[in-house]
């Protein structure tokens, strides 16, 4: 029966739309209504209109957050493809105990990042700083996490260590597409070493290439977890990501509703990055 | 063709590489063991092992942050997010994934649930706090929730692009059987997508397990914790003790390395899956 069929399709969807709507689509509205007014998160409040927007572009701490973020989301980018792109060729080469190794590289992505910043915290905090004095350098001699120059650096490490894993991987299932035959054929017109790379098997993993940018701006732009762990936004709020602002001065700061103005300009720039970048690598593809 | 030889300077890259990832877990294993008294500030007395290896300092650990009581929480809401998030999801991307194509409503329905990807919680945080304190939700069950509205649009997206591979005759003999379309679902597709099925529990499993953020803000009154967030909030109590710290960083992570020793397949190929498609 054809009834039956659409009867029981509509039944599936309408609730789960309803939760999805319920717990997605109304918070986020919600979030926007917030966004014009002076609410601290308790008590009364009043419409501003769109005084949270006009203060937010003024706001130096706020500038100063998507400032650190960005650069950070950009450095640590660069560094994880580089290093990963690295690992995944030397890890699909021929060499011993593939497997192992393998395995052992993805390793860092399955631990919590969190548990994972406060245990950097540590090295950064005693052990680097007491490596440096043996060795007698005497940049290091303090923690990195104590400098507001330096700080963003720390993060970026932490960051780096556990993307790095998950790139590798995805690079790896990229350079497993490339079939042999193309090494041989561009063998003998001479491609070999940086040649092939440059000319063979970087534009045949470009798909791969663009899922691993996406994957990392995205992930990058939202970090929290090492920042409560590593800085708390210190010092001097030198590391405020975005979301740590957000959730620091929005659920315990008294600004909920000017945050909520922060988030939402938050949102519409993680849009229009993934856009650009989807529309950017759209076009990359085509060319080949 | 010559057979080609082990790449000596990949191997060296590799092994070289590798100890970035070895050291930082050695030293939580050694650190963990020991005692304060231990710590010294030479590189030998950083590398060196335990005088003894105690359990003293995971007695205590288990102590402080409420051990066991994380861990039922974290197994009790992965475990729960995992099983719905397969039913609900699938159950999703096949209705959307068999209709959108011929129906405007449908993709209407799909593009708006998969376009929640690109929501960060960033927004929904400061509204769903309110929220779910209102609708008595603050608590695990609010959290389990709360995860399967956020996992939606990935797998929703996994699971009706793998729909499209399977082919629309299956279920139309089992319609001239005189089966009901929910009978045939679950009596024919949902056994089918069983890789599908490992893919989003290994992605689903691994977001939850270590996400400290929707805990923090949804749990936070609630008095409980999962394993990450009691690290965050029994951090303090550990003063300037790390070994003690170590010691409870290494048993949250415990859990979940045990679990990737036993599964180490199945998650490469699920979380490659997941990215990729």
């Known amino acids: 029966?054809?009834?039956?069929?659409?009867?029981?399709?509509?039944?599936?969807?309408?609730?789960?739309?309803?939760?999805?709507?319920?717990?997605?689509?109304?918070?986020?509205?919600?979030?926007?209504?917030?966004?014009?007014?002076?609410?601290?998160?308790?008590?009364?409040?009043?419409?501003?209109?769109?005084?949270?927007?006009?203060?937010?572009?003024?706001?130096?701490r706020v500038g100063r957050s998507y400032w650190f973020t960005f650069k950070l989301a950009v450095v640590t980018t660069i560094v994880v493809n580089v290093l990963s792109l690295l690992l995944a060729l030397a890890l699909n080469s021929k060499i011993r105990a593939k497997s192992f190794f393998r395995g052992a590289y993805f390793l860092p992505n399955i631990l919590g990042s969190l548990v994972v910043a406060y245990i950097f915290n540590y090295f950064f905090t005693y052990i680097l700083p007491a490596v440096a004095d043996m060795i007698g350098i005497d940049a290091l001699r303090t923690s990195i996490l104590s400098d507001p120059g330096?700080?963003?650096?720390?993060?970026?490490?932490v960051c780096a260590w556990q993307a790095i894993a998950m790139n590798t991987i995805i690079y790896i299932s990229g350079l497993q597409t490339?079939?042999?035959d193309v090494y041989e054929a561009g063998g003998l017109d001479g491609a070999t070493g940086w040649k092939q790379f440059k000319y063979l098997t970087f534009p045949l993993i470009i798909p791969f290439f663009s899922i691993n940018m996406v994957l990392c701006i995205k992930n990058f732009l939202m970090v929290f977890d090492q920042i409560m762990a590593l800085t708390k936004g210190g010092p001097a709020q030198s590391t405020e990501s975005i979301s740590y602002l957000i959730y620091n001065n929005g659920m315990s700061g008294g600004q909920f509703g000017f945050q909520s103005a922060n988030a939402v300009v938050f949102?519409?720039?993680?849009?229009?990055?993934?856009?650009?970048?989807?529309?950017?690598?759209?076009k990359k593809e085509e060319q080949l | 063709m010559i057979e080609k030889k082990t790449n000596i300077?990949?191997?060296?890259?590799?092994?070289?590489?590798?100890?970035?990832?070895?050291?930082?877990?050695?030293?939580?294993i050694v650190i963990a063991f020991k005692q304060p008294s231990e710590m010294t500030n030479s590189i030998s007395g950083i590398l060196s092992l335990p005088k003894a290896w105690s359990l003293n300092n995971f007695r205590e650990a288990m102590e402080i942050t409420n051990f066991w009581n994380s861990l039922k929480n974290?197994?009790?809401?992965?475990?729960?997010?995992?099983?719905?998030?397969?039913?609900?999801?699938s159950l999703m991307?096949?209705?959307?994934?068999?209709?959108?194509?011929?129906?405007?409503?449908?993709?209407?329905?799909?593009?708006?649930?998969?376009?929640?990807?690109?929501?960060?919680?960033?927004?929904?945080?400061?509204?769903?706090?309110?929220q779910t304190a209102e609708m008595g939700l603050a608590n695990w069950f609010g959290v389990i929730l709360l995860y399967v509205v956020f996992y939606m649009p990935m797998n929703v997206l996994l699971y009706s692009g793998y729909l499209v591979n399977i082919p629309m005759a299956l279920e139309e003999a089992a319609k001239v059987d005189g089966a009901s379309t929910w009978t045939t679902y679950w009596k024919i597709l949902f056994p089918i997508m069983r890789p599908m099925h490992a893919t989003v529990a290994v992605l689903t499993a691994l977001a939850v397990w270590n996400d400290v953020m929707t805990p923090l803000v949804i749990m936070a009154g609630s008095g409980e914790n999962t394993l990450p967030l009691a690290q965050l909030n029994f951090q303090s109590q550990f003063g300037t003790n790390y070994n003690l710290a170590f010691a409870s960083?290494?048993?949250?992570?415990?859990?979940?390395?045990?679990?990737?020793?036993?599964?180490?397949?199945?998650?490469?190929?699920?979380?490659?899956?997941?990215?990729?498609?």
């Open chain 2, 249 to 277: 960083y290494l048993l949250s992570l415990i859990p979940i390395l045990i679990f990737y020793v036993i599964c180490q397949k199945q998650i490469l190929n699920g979380v490659v899956n997941g990215a990729v498609k």
């Open chain 2, 9 to 28: 300077s990949a191997m060296t890259v590799l092994i070289l590489g590798l100890s970035t990832i070895a050291l930082p877990l050695y030293l939580t």
């Open chain 1, 1 to 60: 029966m054809k009834n039956e069929r659409k009867r029981t399709f509509l039944l599936i969807t309408i609730p789960i739309l309803a939760l999805f709507i319920c717990f997605n689509t109304i918070p986020l509205i919600r979030g926007v209504i917030y966004s014009f007014t002076n609410f601290k998160g308790f008590g009364s409040y009043d419409w501003v209109g769109l005084r949270n927007y006009a203060d937010l572009f003024t706001d130096a």
């Open chain 2, 93 to 130: 991307g096949y209705a959307l994934g068999r209709n959108k194509a011929k129906s405007k409503f449908y993709s209407f329905v799909y593009l708006f649930i998969v376009s929640g990807m690109f929501v960060p919680f960033a927004i929904l945080m400061m509204p769903l706090a309110k």
């Open chain 1, 178 to 180: 490339v079939p042999e």
């Open chain 1, 267 to 282: 949102f519409i720039v993680i849009v229009i990055v993934s856009v650009a970048q989807m529309k950017f690598s759209g």
């Open chain 2, 74 to 89: 974290s197994l009790l809401i992965t475990g729960l997010t995992v099983v719905l998030s397969i039913v609900v999801h």
């Open chain 1, 150 to 157: 330096s700080a963003w650096i720390g993060v970026m490490i």
